[in-house]
């Protein structure tokens, strides 16, 4: 969500807003998603809560923004270069993934838990977060599939589901989220 526009006054307070995505951040990965309130996020950015509502309707557009911005610091949408295979894209970007991951995992996992308890949040998290995600890893193999590098016979969209629901079971239940996974479900998706 994008900021609402100025009806006058002050204009936004970049600070504040980064602040406040940070606090809000950071709030969800010690406690979970439930037992953050507005308040605190306001409090812990150090910022009055009106300013927060000046920037975001709800506590769930605040922290998917922030989720969203910081994932895409790490893992910008896979691009065709010119020498370089589907594969090596492919374990590229969900390398980018993982190591975000690995950093904001029991942020991510909060969301999830969340998610499972507020059927509104849920559909935000999944319009926001989970879709773009598997959109990009989609392109991808569609793009491969153009290139003669997937079989025809292959469903990209079906495909982008098991890479994720791989690499989402893995985070959820401790295990390893890193390289070596983002090298074998590339390895997997790709044999021929």
Not at 1 to 24: D, F, H, I
Not at 55 to 83: H, S
């Amino acid at each position: 969500m994008t900021e609402k526009p100025a009806s006058g006054g002050r204009p936004p307070n970049e600070q504040a807003s980064a602040a406040l995505k940070a606090a809000a951040l950071r709030l969800v990965s010690e406690k979970g998603y439930a037992k953050v309130s507005i308040a605190e996020i306001a409090k812990a950015a150090g910022v009055a809560r009106q300013t927060l509502y000046n920037r975001w309707n709800t506590k769930a557009d605040l922290v998917l923004e922030a989720m969203f911005e910081e994932t895409g610091r790490y893992a910008a949408e896979p691009l065709d270069q010119a020498g370089e295979s589907c594969r090596a894209q492919l374990e590229a970007f969900l390398a980018q993934v993982f190591t975000h991951l690995s950093q904001d995992g029991d942020t991510v996992c909060a969301l999830i838990a969340a998610a499972q308890q507020d059927a509104s949040f849920r559909a935000a998290f999944f319009r926001r977060f989970v879709r773009p995600r598997e959109e990009m890893v989609t392109t991808l193999l569609r793009r491969a599939q153009t290139q003669g590098k997937l079989a025809q016979d292959r469903n990209p969209e079906m495909l982008s589901t098991f890479i994720h629901g791989a690499f989402w079971y893995r985070l959820l239940n401790g295990q390893p989220v890193n390289a070596g996974l983002a090298r074998d479900i590339a390895a997997e998706v790709f044999t021929r």
